[in-house]
């Protein structure tokens, strides 16, 4: 099981790394369209509370990570403590926020772009968590 994970992981990872050298501008032309397609889809008026995702790595160890499900359109906040100086990347939508041991990164944005998509300590490499926007 943890084997599994293990692997997914560096899977995860490896993909990461890659999209973060390339930057492709890719995501966000399909991303305008499909967000363009979601709205008239979907009735995304009941996301007005927002959900906060809390995640930490602490001594290497990342808590509250894993895959998380984010219903489209929602304002999504997240909460990063962090022991080590980094930074915090939101893959796909392509945010950066400085996190320190004393300082927390906060991010906040809406999910409008439907699909997953990975949060990580880029300086490290380690992914934190991943977004499932659907
Ligand atoms: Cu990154």
């Known amino acids: 099981m943890s084997r599994l994970l293990r692997a997914v992981g560096a899977a995860a990872l490896a993909l990461s790394l890659a999209s973060c050298a390339g930057k492709a501008p890719d995501t ?27 995640v930490s790595y602490a001594g290497g160890t ?3 990570g894993g895959r998380v499900p984010v219903k489209l359109g929602t304002s999504v906040t997240l909460e ?42 880029e300086e490290l490499g380690r992914q934190l968590l991943t977004l499932q926007v659907q």
């Open 28 to 54: 966000a032309a399909a991303a305008t369209s499909s967000s363009t397609a979601a709205g008239s889809s979907s009735s995304s008026a009941s996301s007005a509370a927002g959900q906060t995702i809390q």
């Open 62 to 64: 990342i808590t509250g």
């Open 80 to 121: 990063v403590t962090s022991d080590v100086a980094d930074e915090v990347h939101v893959h796909g939508y392509d945010l950066m926020q400085d996190v320190t041991p004393d300082g927390p990164a906060t991010v906040t944005f809406d999910a409008t772009i439907p699909g997953v998509f990975e949060v990580e300590l």
